[in-house]
């Protein structure tokens, strides 16, 4: 029993840093979608680039 317990004390410590990982990663890959969509617009249509704004504003529900 005392085998079990202590690899229970080892496999929790390191699932949190990889979530915590994973969260880090994929708030920057949204915030440079965001960057690299309204800068694209913004070369074609800078008209749309408020549109653009507002869109991935929206996309931010899971936040």
Request: proline share 8%; charged share 10%.
């Amino acid at each position: 029993m005392l085998p079990g317990t202590g690899n229970q004390k080892v496999a929790n410590p390191v699932t949190p840093v990889i979530h915590v990982n994973f969260a880090t990663m994929s708030t920057q890959i949204e915030q440079s979608s965001r960057d690299f969509v309204t800068k694209v617009l913004a070369q074609h249509q800078p008209t749309q680039v408020a549109s653009a704004q507002v869109q991935a504003a929206q996309l931010d529900l899971p936040n």
